[in-house]
DNA sequence: AGTTTATGTCAGCAATGTTGACATTCCAAG
DNA sequence: CTTGGAATGTCAACATTGCTGACATAAACT
């Protein structure tokens, strides 16, 4: 199809450095590694009767605090009337603070209230326990290659938006 | 909250290898990388009328001709009945074969057929070729730590099923 | 034979993505 | 200043794909 070249006797034994079954080894540890990733934030989400949807908003709003509607579901690549059931949820139940903006009173600029702050934390402590131990399992050069390629894999767009969260934290 | 150590003046300049920037850093690559991973084949799947699920089990069945349902849905981590839904769709279209077992009839064996097997390489030659430009740029050593990390990241049940596939691979 | 266990299918519900229609606010052209 | 269009956000309805529950069939155990 569309670029085969899928194994065909040359790439596996050739100097080139990228087999299609190496490539497909990778894909496959992005499969399960992200499964991995999602899991323990998943179950604290799953008491609370909330989504992946929600931990994405309030780690966001969390990292950008008063961040408009529009911005964030640029980040988070979905369609603002998806986020909109989100954040009204998150409004509804005390998590997040959603103030009219000053400037233009069309944007919304968005917080999270004192619990908003405590689910979250609760969520990315649970995400971070184990990055830490995979980090640590890994190996502080393999951590550098990690970052590296998961940066490549990017979209432009996305690449810039992660460049820029980056600089803002610090 | 459960595990509260969030940069409180301490991590951030200890000895200490992680700080929780650092973690933070490597939780956003891993949701902006994953979204550029399945970038690519999802616009193929629109098209298609079907979704990241039917990649999925294409993907596994291609990987391991002749697996059983309940084999299938024990990698991908889903329910019986969500698998089920997703595999009456590619049968019914003839991209996959479903054949009563042999030695237990309960069982049913599933096979790609060859437009399921066409549809397949299309859908990996796209994330094969996004995946190959990002090893091309991040360079070897870069890739092997990326590797480690998902491993690591992995819980042991999937990362028992990844080494499998491996070993079965070749 | 009869109960229990395993495998897979069908039906209906929940979360979260989508598009379409709309209200409000801003801005720019006249 | 007003008016028309663009930008921002909200509400409604639908599709995909998770889920649980109920069931049919085949195997296994007693």
Redesign the interface.
């Given at each position: 199809?569309?670029?085969?070249?899928?194994g065909s006797g040359f790439g596996s034994e050739s100097l080139l450095?990228?087999t299609?079954?190496q490539?497909?080894?990778?894909?496959?540890?992005?499969?399960?590694?992200?499964?991995?990733?999602t899991?323990d934030p998943d179950r604290i989400l799953a008491e609370l009767a909330y989504g992946r949807a929600h931990h994405?908003a309030l780690?966001f709003i969390n990292?950008a605090p008063g961040t408009t509607v529009n911005n964030l579901l640029s980040i988070l690549?979905v369609t603002k009337q998806s986020l909109n059931r989100v954040l009204r949820a998150l409004v509804e139940d005390g998590l997040v603070d959603s103030r009219v903006g000053t400037l233009d009173k069309r944007e919304r600029n968005l917080y999270l209230t004192a619990r908003g702050e405590?689910l979250e934390?609760?969520l990315?402590?649970?995400?971070?326990?184990?990055?830490?131990?995979?980090?640590?399992?890994?190996?502080?050069?393999?951590?550098?290659?990690?970052?590296?390629?998961?940066?490549?894999?990017?979209?432009s767009d996305?690449?810039r938006?992660?460049a820029e969260?980056?600089e803002s934290?610090?």
């Open positions: 199809m569309s670029e085969g070249r899928s450095f990228l299609d079954e490539l497909r080894q990778g894909i496959e540890a992005m499969f399960f590694a992200y499964r991995g990733f899991a994405r780690h990292r690549g405590e934390q609760r990315s402590d649970a995400q971070r326990i184990r990055m830490r131990a995979a980090y640590k399992e890994a190996g502080p050069e393999a951590v550098q290659g990690f970052k590296r390629v998961l940066e490549a894999m990017m979209d996305m690449r938006a992660y969260l980056r934290a610090q």
